[in-house]
C-alpha cells in the first residue's frame, strides 16, 4: 500500500485509518430483470480504533453492513452517502478496535446499460431474439458500481469471486475456475481461484452464452492457456486474435525478464462497449471490431487494429497490472507505454507491415498535432478527482505518450531501455510506481540522468519546432514553441527543450552522437549537398527548413536516396503540410515538395499524402476555385498508382499493397477521378444484383466504393448501402457500412443518416462512425453541427458515462471547418451548459477552427495564383 507520501491534497481518496487485504464477492446477476445481488466479506486492517468505516459504492442499495472482530459481531448503527466522492460511511454502534476485522456487506445493483460498472450488452440471436450477456468495465472508478470496495489503484487486495448464474450460461473471471457447484437444477455457482494482490479497477466477471477457441503458449515454462471468447457462432473470427496472443504473451515474458503471472488469460468480444478494449488481469474484454476478424469478409485494416489493440492489453498485463500506477496522475505512462510496446510486439511479429512507420504517420501525428495547440495539456497532469479521467483519455496521453517514449528509448537505444523496464518491472512488482519510479530505474540502467531529459517532454505544454536558417555555410538552428496559431508569445515560449536533432549527415562539428541540443540555439558547418533534421523522424518535433533547402531534399527522394528513409519522407510530408497549415510556411511550398513524390509506392507515405492533400480541398471548399484546383491536383497525383493497382486484390498478395490500393481509389474516388468513380459504380451495382458475387468488391475496398458512390449523388445507392448495414451479419461490415453512409448528398437522406446515428439500429458505441463520415462530406459538415446541437439534451444524456465519445460529437463536426462565424456560434451554444466533461475537446475544437479560418484567410490568393501557374 503506498498511497501516501503524494502531495496533491484535493485528491478523492478514502481515509487510510482501515485498509482491505482480501475480498470474498458472490455476484448473482439477473439477465431477465437488469439487476443483481451481491454479497461481500472483505478481510481488514483497522489501524486506529474508529467507529466509521468509508468505502467507495454508487448505485448500489446496502441492505446491511456489519464487521466481525474476534467472533464479535458489530452492527452499523447509520450509514450515510456522499454523491460527489461515491462513498458511503458505515457508522457503528461502538468503537471498532485496532486490528484484523471482516466486513460483510449485502447489496445489490443494476445491471444497466452504460457500459460501465457491472452491465449488460445485447445481441440477437439465430432465431432473431434479443438476447443479452453481462460483463463489466471498472477502470477507472466503476468497480464500485459492482460491489463496495477501497476503488483506487494503489489499494491492492486479491480476490476471491464467486458467480450463481443460470445452468447453460458460462462465467468468466480474472482467474480459472477452481470448482463448479449446482445450487439448483437451474442455478450454478463458478467459484474462481483467488487472484494475486491486485487493483480494484482491474477485476473483471462476465456471463453469458458464450463459445471459445483456445490454444497455449509453447515457450514459457509453465504454459499459459489462451482462449478467445465470443457469442455463439462467432468463435472462428476470433482465430487471428488466438494465433497471435501466446506468440506476444511469450515475447513480453521475454522481453520484460518476468513470466506472465497467471495460469490463464481469457480475451472476449462484448458487442457493446464503450472504448477499444480493456486490460482485466486475465480476462481482457474487446470491443468486437477491435478482437474478431474474418479473413474472408474483414476488410484488412481490422487486422492491423487487433493485432495493436491485442498487443497494446497484454503489455498492460505486467504494466499497469503487475505494475500499477500509483495515482491516475500516471495514466499516460500505463497508456504511452502500451502503446509504445505494443507497436514493438506488432513490429516483431509482422516486420513486413511497416508498423513504426504507421506509428510515425498516424500516433505520432496525432499527439504533436494536438499539443501544437494552446489548449493542449502536459502530458504529466494532477488528476485530483478520477472522474476527469476522460478529459485525459486522448492523444496526448497515448500518442504523444508513446511517442517520447519512443524518443527516449532511441535515446538510450531500445537495449538498455528495455533493461531499465525489466529493473523497473522488478523492483515494483505487486505493488504501485510513480512516473519518477521509471525514471530511476532506466538511470540506474542508462548511468545517465533520464528525469531531465524527460521533464522537458512530460512535464511542461507543447513540442518545439527547429527553425533552421543557412547562410554562408553555416547552418543556425533555433527552438521555439510550436503553435498552429503561430502566435507564440514571450509567455508560451519558456522552455528549452533537450531535442535530439538528428541531423543527417552527421555535421563533424557535433561531437554527442544523440546530438542533443540544450540550448536555444546552434549553429555548425552545413553538410555538403541535401540534410535532414530528425533522422528517421525519432524526435517529438517539426523541422522548419528554410525555402532553399526543399529543392534539394526533394531531388534526393526523386533520387531514391538513402538519405531520406520511409519515415523520413513521410515526416516530410507531416511536417511541411502541418507548418503550412500553421503559416510558418507556404501551402505552395508545400505542393511543390508533394511533386517530388512522383515515385512513391509505399502505403505508409501515400495514406500522409492523400489526408494532407485531401485535407487542402476539404479545409478550402467553400472557394471552389482552390477546391477544384486541388481535387485536379490529387487526380493528377494518383492517376499513376490507380492505373498501377487497380481494383483486384491477387492471390497472394502483401498487405501493405492492399491496404495502399484502398487509400489510393479513396483519395481518386475523393478527387473526382472519373474512371475510378465510373468503376466504383460499375462494380457497385453488379454487388448489389448480385450479393453471391461480393468478390467483385473486396471487402478492403468495399467503404471506399461505397463513399464513392454515395458522394456521387446516389440515392437509391443510399438505400442500398443501408440495407447492407441491416443485413451485415458482422459488426465490422456495419461499422464500413456505417462510416460510408455519412457521405450522402441530398439534403433529406443527410437527415436520414443522423437521425440513424440515434435510432435502435445503431448501437450508442457506434454513433462515431456516422459522425466521421457526416462530418468529413462538405455537404453534411454544417448540418451535422446544427444537428448536435438539436439533439444535444438527447446526446449529453446517453453520453453522460462515456469515456470520450460526447467530445467527440462536439469536435468531429467542427475539426474541418473554416468558418469563422462558428466560433461565436460554438461559444455562445454552450454558454448555458455544464460543460465540465468535455472542456478540452470543446476548447481544441474552437482552436481547430481559428487554425482552419486563418489558414483560408491567409492562402486563399497565393494558393489560387500557384494552382494557376501550375495549370491546375
Ligand atoms: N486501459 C485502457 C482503457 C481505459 C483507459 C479505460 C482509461 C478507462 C480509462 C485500454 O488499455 C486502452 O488503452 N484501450 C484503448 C485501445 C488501445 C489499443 C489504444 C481504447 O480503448 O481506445
Ligand atoms: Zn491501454
Given at each position: ?32 430483470a ?61 468503537e ?27 445481441y440477437?440471436?439465430?432465431?432473431g ?29 486479491t ?9 447453460g450460461?458460462?462465467?468468466l ?20 481461484e ?5 487493483s480494484t ?6 456471463v453469458g ?14 504454459p ?42 481469457d ?141 527516449l ?61 543557412e ?17 507564440v508569445?514571450?509567455e ?5 527543450w ?38 528517421d ?12 533547402a ?22 516530410l ?8 497549415k ?17 515515385n512513391?509506392?509505399?502505403?505508409v ?41 487497380g481494383?483486384?486484390?491477387p492471390?497472394?498478395?502483401?498487405y ?12 481518386a ?8 468513380v ?7 451495382a453488379l ?49 464500413i ?26 448501437r ?18 454544417r ?42 456560434e ?47
Amino acid at each position: 500500500m503506498c498511497n501516501k507520501g503524494h502531495s496533491n491534497p484535493n485528491r478523492v481518496v478514502l481515509p487510510t485509518n482501515v485498509t482491505p487485504s482480501h475480498y470474498t464477492l458472490t455476484i448473482t446477476p439477473d439477465l431477465k430483470a437488469f439487476t443483481f445481488g451481491g454479497y461481500v466479506e472483505i478481510d481488514l486492517t483497522i489501524h486506529e480504533p474508529t467507529k466509521t468505516i468509508q468505502i467507495n459504492t454508487k448505485e448500489l442499495t446496502l441492505h446491511w453492513a456489519r464487521v466481525e472482530i474476534d467472533g464479535k459481531t458489530h452492527e452499523t448503527s447509520s450509514t450515510s452517502y456522499d454523491d460527489h466522492r461515491e462513498t458511503t460511511t458505515l457508522t457503528f454502534e461502538s468503537e471498532l478496535p485496532k486490528g484484523a476485522a471482516i466486513l460483510s456487506i449485502n447489496f445489490d445493483g443494476i445491471l444497466n446499460d452504460k457500459m460501465a460498472g457491472f452491465y449488460r450488452s445485447s445481441y440477437k440471436d439465430t432465431e432473431g431474439n434479443t438476447q443479452y450477456m453481462g460483463v463489466t468495465q471498472f477502470e477507472a472508478t466503476s468497480c464500485r458500481m459492482a460491489f463496495p470496495c477501497w476503488d483506487e489503484p494503489a489499494v491492492k487486495a486479491t480476490f476471491s469471486i464467486k458467480l450463481k448464474v443460470p445452468t447453460g450460461l458460462v462465467a468468466l473471471s480474472n482467474m480459472p475456475v477452481e470448482s463448479i457447484t449446482a445450487v439448483e437444477p437451474e442455478e450454478m455457482t463458478y467459484h474462481f481461484e483467488k487472484t494475486p494482490i491486485m487493483s480494484t479497477y482491474l477485476v473483471a466477471w462476465a456471463v453469458g452464452d458464450f463459445e471459445y477457441v483456445e490454444t497455449t503458449t509453447t515457450k514459457l515454462e509453465n504454459p499459459v492457456t489462451c482462449r478467445v471468447y465470443t457469442l455463439p457462432g462467432l468463435k472462428e473470427q476470433g482465430r487471428f486474435a488466438l494465433e497471435i496472443t501466446p506468440r506476444i504473451l511469450e515475447y513480453f515474458s521475454e522481453i520484460f525478464g518476468t513470466a506472465y503471472p497467471l495460469p490463464k488469460l481469457d480475451q472476449i468480444a462484448v458487442p457493446d462497449f464503450d472504448m477499444g478494449a480493456m486490460e482485466n488481469w486475465g480476462l481482457v474484454t474487446y470491443r468486437t471490431v477491435a478482437l474478431l476478424f474474418d479473413e474472408k469478409t474483414s476488410d484488412l485494416r481490422f487486422k492491423e487494429q487487433v493485432a495493436a489493440t491485442v498487443a497494446h492489453e497484454i503489455a498492460h498485463q505486467w504494466f499497469g497490472n503487475l505494475v500499477t500506477m500509483e495515482w491516475w496522475d500516471h495514466l499516460w505512462l500505463n497508456e504511452g507505454f502500451a502503446t509504445w510496446v505494443g507497436t514493438l510486439a506488432v513490429d516483431h511479429l509482422f516486420p513486413n507491415w511497416d508498423t513504426w512507420s504507421t506509428f510515425v504517420t498516424l500516433d505520432m501525428q496525432r499527439g504533436i498535432a494536438l499539443d501544437s495547440l494552446r489548449s493542449s495539456h502536459p502530458i504529466e497532469v494532477p488528476v485530483a478527482d478520477p472522474h476527469d479521467i476522460h478529459q485525459i483519455f486522448d492523444a496526448i496521453s497515448y500518442s504523444k505518450g508513446a511517442s517520447v517514449i519512443r524518443m527516449l528509448s532511441n535515446w538510450l537505444t531500445v537495449d538498455v531501455f528495455l533493461a531499465g523496464i525489466r529493473r523497473y518491472l522488478k523492483k515494483h512488482a505487486y505493488e504501485n510506481a510513480t512516473t519518477d519510479d521509471l525514471w530511476n530505474a532506466l538511470s540506474e540502467e542508462s548511468k545517465i540522468d533520464v528525469r531531465e531529459f524527460m521533464n522537458t517532454w512530460t512535464r511542461v505544454i507543447g513540442v518545439p519546432i527547429l527553425n533552421v536558417t543557412e547562410a554562408d555555410g553555416i547552418v543556425t538552428v533555433e527552438q521555439h514553441r510550436y503553435l498552429s496559431t503561430n502566435d507564440v508569445k514571450a509567455e508560451d515560449d519558456e522552455t528549452i527543450w533537450w531535442v535530439p536533432m538528428g541531423v543527417s549527415p552527421k555535421p563533424a562539428s557535433i561531437a554527442d552522437p544523440n546530438q542533443t541540443l540544450k540550448t536555444r540555439s546552434l549553429t555548425f558547418d552545413a553538410p555538403h549537398g541535401a540534410y535532414l533534421f530528425n533522422k528517421d523522424y525519432s524526435g517529438v518535433f517539426r523541422t522548419n527548413y528554410p525555402a532553399s533547402a526543399i529543392p534539394r531534399i526533394g531531388q534526393a527522394i526523386l533520387d531514391g536516396s538513402d538519405l531520406v528513409g520511409l519515415n523520413d519522407r513521410a515526416g516530410l510530408v507531416a511536417d511541411i503540410s502541418s507548418l503550412a497549415k500553421s503559416g510558418h510556411t507556404s501551402t505552395s511550398i508545400f505542393l511543390d515538395l508533394v511533386q517530388y513524390y512522383k515515385n512513391e509506392e509505399t502505403y505508409v507515405v501515400w495514406e500522409l499524402l492523400s489526408q494532407r492533400v485531401g485535407e487542402i480541398s476539404s479545409v478550402f471548399t467553400e472557394n471552389s476555385r482552390i477546391n477544384q484546383g486541388i481535387k485536379h491536383f490529387q487526380r493528377n497525383l494518383v492517376d499513376r498508382m490507380v492505373q498501377k493497382l487497380g481494383w483486384e486484390f491477387p492471390e497472394g498478395e502483401d498487405y501493405l499493397t492492399g491496404r495502399l490500393r484502398n487509400v489510393i481509389l479513396r483519395a481518386a474516388g475523393r478527387a473526382g477521378h472519373e474512371a475510378t468513380v465510373a468503376e466504383a459504380k460499375r462494380r457497385f451495382a453488379l454487388f448489389i444484383s448480385d450479393p453471391n458475387q461480393d468478390s467483385i468488391l473486396h471487402p478492403s475496398i468495399r467503404q471506399t466504393a461505397f463513399e464513392i458512390v454515395l458522394s456521387q449523388g446516389g440515392e437509391d445507392e443510399f438505400r442500398q448501402v443501408l440495407k447492407y448495414f441491416h443485413n451485415a451479419p458482422k459488426q465490422d461490415q456495419q461499422v464500413i457500412a456505417l462510416l460510408a453512409l455519412g457521405f450522402v448528398q441530398q439534403p433529406e437522406l443527410i437527415a436520414e443518416a443522423q437521425a440513424l446515428a440515434l435510432s435502435e439500429s445503431v448501437r450508442s458505441q457506434d454513433i462515431t462512425y456516422l459522425l466521421a463520415g457526416l462530418a468529413t462530406n462538405p455537404t453534411s459538415r454544417r448540418a451535422t453541427w446544427d444537428w448536435v446541437k438539436n439533439n444535444w439534451s438527447v446526446l449529453s444524456q446517453r453520453y453522460s458515462t462515456s469515456m470520450g465519445l460526447l467530445g467527440h460529437c462536439v469536435k468531429m463536426p467542427l475539426t474541418l471547418s473554416s468558418d469563422v462565424a462558428l466560433i461565436k456560434e460554438v461559444k455562445e451554444f454552450f454558454a448555458d451548459k455544464d460543460t465540465k466533461d468535455f472542456q478540452r475537446a470543446l476548447d481544441q475544437a474552437i482552436e481547430g477552427l481559428e487554425v482552419n479560418s486563418a489558414w483560408v484567410a491567409r492562402e486563399q490568393e497565393a494558393l489560387s495564383e500557384w494552382l494557376s501557374a501550375n495549370k491546375y
